[in-house]
């Protein structure tokens, strides 16, 4: 015999609190297994009776001492308003190893590095409006005037990213007229960082380095000789690192550093650049470990830590 149900006509029935059924004297002494509570629906279709069973299982919470036992343990450290991402400036001499704290700094923090000359050779090469108007004064042998670079560096700091996670200003401004420009952008730092090199140890730094044309690492004949003498043969020195060239870019750099220094003197730090890169890293590292703490507790910033 065929037989058709209509399942929309069968009233389910109506659910019932969880402990509804559970007598008294069980509510301090709970069982932690589920109760099965069975209803029965039937009806009946010219000769012949359709019975329907309908489960419902009621859970049972665990006793209280059992959750928290199995709650993760968290510590709340700080709670509000996340404190606004670093914003630093670091300054140093031809081969005061600037390049390389930049990067120890980016790997811990995740600041975006912005170098002028690394913007200034992307623009070029991307054909940009201000890569364009770049590229007609290098092709001339001319320094490229300021107005040109400070866009450039107002655009990438302007970008998302930047704004995000704080940016890494890489031996940018040179001189006051580009600090002011940066000002009158809005763009001011939390720290200037100013690595301090002896200049007779810096002079010894340039005039000892040599590339490699084949894969590009800069070596140096003192602290980082060549693996090889086949790569030792290949070798070549830059043009400007002989000693009197060298001095005369120092001269230079320590002239505009002054002129920048003036606009930043209040938040300006000087790290000894002699030491070891690993050295010199630790007390950049303790600064801006400080900054971070001071503005967390100043925005009263919280977050919670599992343990």
């Known amino acids: 015999m065929a037989c058709i149900v209509n399942f929309s006509a069968i009233t389910q029935p109506k659910p019932q609190p969880c402990f509804a059924s559970l007598p008294a004297s069980t509510s301090s002494h709970r069982s932690n297994s589920p109760k099965l509570q069975t209803s029965h629906l039937s009806f009946a279709s010219n000769n012949s009776r359709i019975s329907l069973r309908y489960d419902r299982t ?8 059992t959750l928290l036992s199995k709650a993760p343990n968290f510590m709340i450290v700080a709670a509000a308003n996340k404190p606004e991402p670093l914003k630093i400036m670091i300054s140093g001499a031809p ?5 390389t704290q930049c990067e120890l700094i980016t790997q811990k923090y995740g600041l975006v590095h912005v170098a002028a000359g690394d913007l200034l050779r992307a623009e070029v090469a991307a054909g940009s409006e201000n890569g364009r108007r770049a590229k007609q004064f290098m092709e001339k042998g001319q ?5 040109i670079v400070v866009m450039m560096v107002k655009e990438r700091l302007l970008r998302p990213d930047a704004h995000k996670n704080g940016w890494l200003l890489d031996g940018y401004p040179r001189s006051s007229s ?3 420009a940066l000002k009158e952008f809005g763009f001011e730092p939390d720290l200037f960082i100013l690595l301090d090199v002896a200049e007779d ?3 010894e730094r340039v005039v000892g380095r040599r590339l490699d044309p084949v894969t590009g690492k800069i070596y140096h004949l003192k602290y980082s000789p060549p693996e090889t003498e ?9 043009f400007d ?3 009197e060239k060298v001095k005369l870019r120092l001269r230079t750099h320590h002239q505009n550093v002054e002129a920048v220094l003036s606009m930043y003197k209040d938040i300006t730090v000087k790290v000894n650049g002699n030491l070891s890169k690993n050295d010199v890293f630790a007390k950049i590292d303790n600064v801006l470990d400080e900054l971070l703490e001071q503005r967390k507790a100043g925005s009263g910033y919280l977050e919670a830590n599992k343990a």
Request: hydrophobic share 40%.
């Open 58 to 65: 009621l859970a049972v919470s665990p006793p209280r001492e």
């Open 201 to 203: 140890t810096l002079v």
């Open 230 to 238: 086949e790569i030792a043969a290949r070798l070549t020195q830059r």
């Open 241 to 243: 690192d002989t000693e």
């Open 143 to 147: 320094l490229v005037p300021d107005e």
């Open 178 to 180: 580009q600090a002011i």
């Open 95 to 99: 081969a005061s190893g600037k390049g």
